[in-house]
């Protein structure tokens, strides 16, 4: 059974470009949560998204944004990026209400802003 | 808010040798406590899931302990090996609606052959 997948694995833009990121759960999942992590750092939440719902934001601008598609995928947008937004993103997803609700995490997106 | 510290920041450990890594919260109203790896610029890999009806779980070489009411979990790894080098994770998730993962800034274990 395939993890979560993510793409593209690497991307490198230039400052006030925007981007759009791609999340496929565990085949039966239907929660996807986004992470920025900063290289030496913690991920930090970005947003939560169950059965096509913002379940969760984290601390933000709004030149972030997400959604979630009928078929349980996701995407991330950027927009107007800046230096500070390289990071590597993390996508995971999980069964929001089962027991244990472990989150799975996908290899990430690595974000490179020039 | 929930808070999230790892102690210590980095640990270098000759091969065999058994460690703990800890992990405290100072909220204790959470839902699960999960410990993860992560290699050097790769993604996380869930070892240890802990509901906060559950003092302990075990895989393997690994045992995460939780005592809620101290804020505070153990990761413990027998019979270290230089496969285990890599970056060691808490997140906490707090009870209520949102799922999302509060994060400790994690170990960085080093286990030299």
């Known amino acids: 059974d395939a993890g979560v997948t993510q793409s593209p694995t690497h991307l490198i833009k230039t400052r006030g470009q925007q981007v759009t990121l791609r999340c496929s759960p565990i085949?039966?999942?239907?929660?996807v949560s986004w992470y920025q992590q900063v290289l030496g750092q913690g991920p930090q939440f970005i947003f939560q998204?169950?059965?096509?719902?913002?379940?969760g934001r984290g601390n933000f601008p709004d030149r972030f944004s997400a959604r979630q598609f009928p078929n349980y995928s996701s995407e991330l947008n950027v927009n107007a990026l800046l230096l500070g937004d390289s990071a590597l993103y993390l996508c995971a997803s999980g069964m929001v209400g089962g027991t244990p609700d472990t989150q799975y995490f996908g290899p990430g997106t690595r974000l490179t802003v020039l | 808010k929930q808070e999230v510290t790892q102690i210590p920041a980095a640990l270098s450990v000759p091969e065999g040798e058994n460690l703990v890594l800890n992990c405290s919260f100072t909220?204790?109203?959470?839902?699960?406590l999960q410990w993860f790896r992560q290699d050097p610029g790769k993604g996380l890999t869930s070892l240890l899931l802990i509901q906060s009806s559950q003092r302990e779980q075990t895989s393997g070489r690994l045992n995460a302990s939780l005592d809620k009411s101290s804020g505070r979990s153990t990761l413990y790894i027998a019979a270290s090996q230089p496969g285990d080098s890599a970056t060691y994770l808490c997140?906490?998730?707090?009870?209520?609606?949102?799922?999302?993962?509060?994060w400790g800034l994690g170990t960085s274990l080093g286990v030299n052959p």
């Open positions: 997140a906490v998730i707090n009870a209520g609606n949102n799922r999302k993962l509060i």
């Open positions: 998204y169950y059965e096509k719902e913002e379940r």
């Open positions: 909220d204790s109203a959470i839902y699960n």
């Open positions: 085949s039966g999942h239907k929660s």
